[in-house]
């Protein structure tokens, strides 16, 4: 049972491009929620979906960042015109069922480099 | 006043040293709480659930203390692999949205 999988581990954007990061969530799980965490820092909420909805996403910037998880396919995450501040490492974690009843299981991450 | 506060450390500790960390939260709704395990640059790993009666976990010990609004995590017998950074998580009745700690960083040394 493979675990929740990210792609890319490593992105390198110049300022302006766009970044788009994948999250498959493990077999079974429709929850997924996407977290930043800046260096030093501990990890911050950004959005949480299930499939072909946006659960809450009151921790993601209004402007150019926006998610996705359609029915079939990973869950995205898109940042549109990054700036240095943008430079992360951001998780995806996936869990069966609402949060309160079970554990979230994290991805590896995509570090996200913005030069 | 944060929503979840760690000490960040670091606690520099031998092999075979008892270490112990807490937790404090701000929100008195606060219902599920768990510690959860960072290895530098990887992803966080779940260590264990904290309950209201504690719970114990080979050397690993949790406590909660509503009273007080903490959680705690004891280490018995520390062994070189447990360094890594411990992250108390939050999450508040019927809220699906957990707060992480900044966490707290351990150095097991020989």
């Known amino acids: 049972n493979a675990g929740v999988m990210q792609n890319p581990r490593h992105l390198v954007r110049r300022r302006g491009q766009e970044a788009r990061l994948r999250c498959s969530p493990m077999?079974?799980?429709?929850?997924v929620y996407w977290y930043r965490q800046l260096p030093e820092e501990g990890l911050k909420f950004m959005v949480y979906?299930?499939?072909?909805?946006?659960?809450?996403e009151s921790g993601m910037p209004k402007e150019r960042f926006s998610a996705e998880f359609p029915k079939e396919g990973p869950s995205i995450l898109r940042i549109q015109q990054v700036v240095r501040g943008d430079s992360a490492a951001y998780f995806c974690?996936?869990?069966?069922?609402?949060?309160?009843?079970?554990?979230?299981?994290f991805g590896p991450g995509t570090r996200l480099t913005v030069l | 006043r944060k929503e979840v506060e760690q000490d960040p450390g670091p606690f520099n500790v031998p092999e075979g040293a008892t270490v112990a960390f807490n937790c404090t939260y701000s929100?008195?709704?606060?219902?599920?709480f768990f510690w959860y395990r960072q290895d530098c640059r990887k992803e966080p790993k779940l260590l264990m659930s904290?309950?209201?009666s504690g719970n114990e976990d080979g050397r690993f010990t949790a406590q909660l203390n509503r009273a007080s609004q903490y959680i705690s995590l004891l280490i018995r017998d520390s062994k070189l692999s447990d360094s890594a950074t411990y992250l108390c998580?939050?999450?508040?009745?019927?809220?699906?949205?957990?707060?992480f700690g900044r966490g707290t960083s351990l150095i097991v040394h020989p």
């Open positions: 979906l299930q499939k072909e909805n946006i659960i809450d």
């Open positions: 929100n008195s709704a606060s219902q599920s």
């Open positions: 904290v309950y209201s």
């Open positions: 077999k079974g799980h429709s929850h």
């Open positions: 974690a996936s869990s069966p069922q609402g949060l309160e009843n079970n554990e979230q299981f």
């Open positions: 998580v939050v999450l508040a009745g019927g809220s699906y949205i957990p707060t």
